[in-house]
Every structure is written in structure tokens, then in C-alpha cells.
């Protein structure tokens, strides 16, 4: 057997970007929590709904990289765009997307913001801009050049940003994609969280390099790699890509150094890591760091950050109710669905 | 009316529609200053320039990503493909992508873009250069496909194919660039989903695609001076299909003759036969129906085993007397 690459356990993360001059608002900031808050709950809650034996198909909870979503994607204009990933209820969250048609399509239902058709893992909200999560790693790369592409013709100001793994950088989509990218200049933002394993794989078992924003230098682009669980690493990092994107100088590739503390999908038994390590990563969990910012800047109280949380998890159940009231999705005529 | 050549009908219509909508553009591999491999846009980026007729990298998952997610934000591009055996390396952007959007979405958004490739052997280009891959993507809910016989299908069929709201694989025959047909100088549309009868006749019907629809009138022909009275139909659109022309046909002669150059097994005949097969058209059938395709083999490069790998002429004539005269033992 070859040799693998040695790698640390967890590789080291370098904090390079520098803070932009657009820091967030106070209100922002707090609308930040507020979405880490409903993403947390809201993987939570998917959790118990499986739990109860009451999910049809599988879920890609992301629970400990809510900072990497929430950042990346405060950093960017409602009116840009999305593609996300099959750990997608994070980006949708982040982006906009209303609890109550996520929750509802999360259960198949008619009121689903895409009526039960996609579910999660194929999930589109064009009203928020949000081109789709993607079952296919990697799949979403190109198409995220193609609407960058569209944005230069069209001589529009806006950006793409389009999230994927660290399984991704090893497909050959990653590499057409970023090349095309960077080639014509245009408004794309790439984003890798890396949450440190594809399904079971390790990234230094499936990686030729260990710093996957590395892989920039070939396309030459910035490369950048940040805490992931730090949301304001991520916002400026974002935020400083975006800018350059807007400039008309091309695309950034940004690696969010993260971890997912459940398994990759419903059923995963976790044989692939330690115990001690998923609990090594809870004490770096992203929402509490962001609180404890919160309070020691003044910007909020320990009973005002509370109260986000307590409506958050409101705000989950009473989109579940919403759901599971909701009627089934059904149709005679889904042939009719096909073709526009 | 003027004869223009297959290649000349398809640059046409890309002129035309450029024209027509600033959303339209065209993307692929070598399209711009070279003018494409089979000279199809040559000469659009003299009059584009390179913004709209874009060159591309090696990247066939690539073009198809980017016409995808372009028309998923507001264009209509075309995108070239410059063999169709390389649609393999686009097919996850085009299967799973485009093809999908609509669906998932709940109707939100669509994918207006064109896929176009040239398919079919005879230029000798051998296993990975010479296939007729349609079936794959006929198979695909969401996306249309397209296969044009001559110069005028050409243009009507690729104006109304970048007009439509949906994917759309547009297949093209390499050794249909240069054959010659009237084509109207003004903009025309053929609407998808529509078959033509080529020729029509009393006794039996053919149903071929793109070249095999030349070789199938040729051969109707050679059959007409033995007193057989051939139809040709043309579906020109494998889907939508257009369902109805092809059972009427089958219903009026009672004899069915499939003709198409992708391999026998799991090719659009089977799909045809099927259709005919399952309609009021089975009480009319005089004979079973009958598939002649390419043979199960991939596509040598000898010239001689080349043209034995896809039907010609003779074999269509001598396929036509067997129904015509057959012994019920024969098949």
C-alpha cells in the first residue's frame, strides 16, 4: 500500500483575512445569530423528526458549521446569488429562505417551496436567489460559472457564491470550474467548507494537498483559508472576494475550516472518528463563540442573546406545525411539471 | 428557392436568432476564430465578436454547466459539443443539472439553453468518435432532443429550439454538413414535436432519423421501380415525439421499417416499435414490425467495416422486400 501524505489530525487553520471596511451593522450582527440560532435549531428539530421515525428519505445536517453559512453569505446583496450543496438547510437559512418552506419541504409537503418535488437535497428558492442545492458533489461549480458568466454579459453588479466540501476539490468539476472562472474573471465566489471528511474520507487520505484553498494558486486566484467557525473570518473573507468580484478582478476561492458533528447523512456510526475528537470540536462551536463576541462588545445583553435562541427554536416548531399541517404533495397531471 | 448546405442552415439560424435576442450566445470548443471542428460558426465572431462566441477550454462538463447555469440567470445560450461520444463528459451537468431544474424547483425556474452535437460515423473517425448517443437523452424526463435530416429541419428546428423554454439536444449528423437543400432566407420556426412525411406512399412506412432518412428516400426509390410503394416519415424531434403522425402511417400501409444508425440494442426504434406496437395501429399490421439499425458493435475504423456497421441503402431496400414479401418463418 502507498504511503498516505501525512497530515496533523486537524489541520492548522491561518486566519488571513483581514478585516474589510464594511464590518457588519449591530442589526446585522444580530440577524447573524438569529440565523445560526434557526439553523441550529432547525437541524435539530430535522434530527428529531427522523428520530420519530417520521422522515421520508435522508438528511446532510450541518450542525457546528453554522458560521461558514451565516458569514459568507451576510456578506453578500439579497439580490445575489446561491448554490448550495446537499448540506444545504444552512446555505437556505442563511440566505433568506423562509423556516415554514423549508420545514415543509423538508416533509414533502404541498407548501414546500418547491411543493415536495425537490425535498432538501434539491432544494431551490429563485425568489431568495438561491439556485439549488445539489445531490451531485461538485456539480453545482460549473453552474455557478455559468450564471457568473451571465452576470458579466449582462453587465450586472451582482456575485455568485457557491459552496461545496472538501470532497469536492478532488473532482474533475472543481477544476473546470474554477479554471473557467478565473479565465474569463468573472463574479464567482468559491467557497469550500471544509468540515474535514467526505462521507467517511479524511481529507488527507483523498487530497493531494492539506490547505485546499492551495489548489487557487493553479487557477491563479486568491486562495484563502479561514476559521470556519469564526462567522466574522468568514463575512470579511467573503466580503473582501466579493468586492474583487464586483471590481471585475475574477474569482476567490475561500476554505472555511469546520467540522460537522453528526454523521454524513441519518444513519452514520461515526466508525471513522473519535468520540474524544467530535468533542474536542463542540468546545469550538460557532454559535457560542459568536454570543460570547456579542456580549463582550456590548452588543447584546446574555438575556437578549438568550431570546434570540428561545425564538429560534420557536420559530423551528411553529414551522414544523406549519409543515405537518400542511396537505401532501400530490398531483395527477407531474408529467406536466417537466417541461416549461 | 436557394440551396444552402446543412452547416450554412445551422450558422443561419444562430445568426439570425443573435440577431434577433442579445440573450442568445455561443459557447464551445474552438467556435470563435477557427469557426468550429465542422466549420459551423465560422464567420459569427467577425460579426459577434468573442463575448458571444465564446471559446472554450477542453471542458465539456464545463460548456454544459455554463449554458446551464447562464440560461438559469437570464440568457439563452447555445452550446457546442464537438463530437457527441464527448457528451459523455457533460452528461452529469446536462442529466442531473439541467434536465432537473424544473422539476425540483416546483416549477420555479426553467433552463433555456441548446446543446448542439454532431453524431454519426462514416468519417472515419472511429470507436470514440463516431457515435449516435440520442437515446441516452431521449431517455432523460426534461430534456428535448432533436435530429435534423436536411438543411431546412436544420434552421426551423434550431430557431425553435433556442425559442424553447426547456434543454435542448440538438443532434446533428457529420456527413449532413455538406449536403445541399432549398432553405428560405427569412427566420421560420418548425415546432418541436413535429414529424414529416417525407414522402408518402401506400405500402410501407419507414421511420428513420437524421441521415438515414436521405438514405431511407433513396431507397424508396429503388423500391418504387419494383412496383413497393414506400413512405418516408421523419420525426425530426425524438421528444417530444410526435406520436400520432407515426401510428397514422403505420396504420395506413400496415408495414413498419425502422431505420436509425445507433446501435440496435436499447436505440429509439425499440421506443418507435413500442409506440406503434401499443396503439389502435397493431390492428392494422400486416407484418411484425421491423428495426433496422446499427449493429452492436462499436464503429471500426476500416472504411469497409465502417460501412458495415450502420445500415446503407441496399440493406434498407433489401429490408423493405423482406416485409413486403416475407415468409412468416423469417422473423
Known sequence: ?340 | MREITYAEAIREALRQEMQRDSRVFVIGEDVGVYGGSNGVTMGLIDEFGPERIVDAPISEGGIAGVITGAALSGMRPVGEIMFMDFMTQASDQIVNQAAKLRFRSGGQGSVPCVLRTPAGSGAGQGVQQSQSLENWFVHIPGLKVVMPSTPYDAKGLLVAAIRDDNPVIFVEHKLLYKTKGPVPEDLYMIPLGQAEIKRPGRDLTIIATSIMVQRSLDAAQMLAAEGIDAEVVDPRTLKPLDEACLIASASKTGRVLIVHEAPRTGGFGGEVAGVIAGSSAFYHLKAPIVRLAGRDIPIPFNKTLERRAVPQIEDIVAEARRLMWHDISEF
Open chain 1, 1 to 340: 500500500m502507498m504511503n498516505a501524505v501525512t497530515h496533523k489530525a486537524t489541520a492548522p487553520v491561518l486566519v488571513l483575512a483581514p478585516p474589510s471596511e464594511a464590518s457588519p451593522s449591530r442589526e446585522k450582527r444580530i440577524v447573524m445569530l438569529r440565523r445560526m440560532w434557526l439553523i441550529r435549531a432547525f437541524e435539530e428539530k430535522a434530527e428529531q423528526i427522523f428520530a420519530a421515525g417520521k422522515l421520508h428519505g435522508t438528511m446532510h445536517l450541518c450542525i457546528g458549521q453554522e458560521a461558514s453559512a451565516v458569514g459568507a453569505l451576510a456578506a453578500l446583496e439579497d439580490d445575489d446569488y446561491l448554490f448550495s450543496t446537499h448540506r444545504g438547510h444552512g446555505h437556505s437559512i442563511a440566505k433568506g429562505t423562509d423556516v415554514n418552506t423549508l420545514m415543509a419541504e423538508f416533509l414533502g409537503k404541498e407548501t414546500g417551496c418547491c411543493r415536495g418535488r425537490g425535498g432538501s437535497m434539491h432544494f431551490v428558492d429563485l425568489r431568495h436567489g438561491h439556485l439549488g442545492t445539489n445531490g451531485i458533489v461538485a456539480g453545482s461549480l460549473p453552474l455557478a460559472v455559468g450564471v457568473g458568466l451571465s452576470i458579466k454579459m449582462q453587465q450586472r453588479r451582482q456575485v455568485v457564491l457557491v459552496f461545496f466540501g472538501d470532497g469536492a476539490v478532488n473532482n474533475g468539476a472543481f477544476h473546470e470550474a474554477m479554471n473557467m472562472a478565473a479565465l474569463w474573471r468573472l463574479p464567482v465566489i468559491f467557497v469550500c467548507e471544509n468540515n474535514q471528511y467526505a462521507y467517511s474520507t479524511p481529507v488527507r487520505k483523498a487530497s493531494s494537498v492539506e490547505r485546499l484553498s492551495g489548489r487557487a494558486a493553479a487557477y491563479n486566484m486568491p486562495g484563502l483559508t479561514v476559521d470556519g467557525n469564526d462567522v466574522m473570518a468568514v463575512y470579511h473573507a467573503v466580503r473582501q472576494a466579493a468586492g474583487r468580484a464586483r471590481q471585475g478582478l475574477g474569482p476567490s476561492l475561500i476554505e472555511a475550516v469546520t467540522y460537522r458533528w453528526r454523521g454524513h447523512s441519518k444513519n452514520d456510526p461515526n466508525r471513522y472518528r473519535t468520540t474524544e475528537e467530535i468533542e474536542r470540536w463542540k468546545e469550538k462551536c460557532p454559535i457560542k463563540r459568536w454570543q460570547a463576541r456579542l456580549i463582550a462588545d456590548g452588543i447584546m445583553s446574555e438575556a437578549e442573546v438568550e431570546q434570540v435562541r428561545a425564538e429560534a427554536y420557536q420559530a423551528v416548531e411553529a414551522a414544523y406545525a406549519y409543515a405537518e399541517m400542511s396537505p401532501e404533495a400530490c398531483s395527477d397531471r407531474l408529467e406536466g411539471e417537466v417541461y416549461a
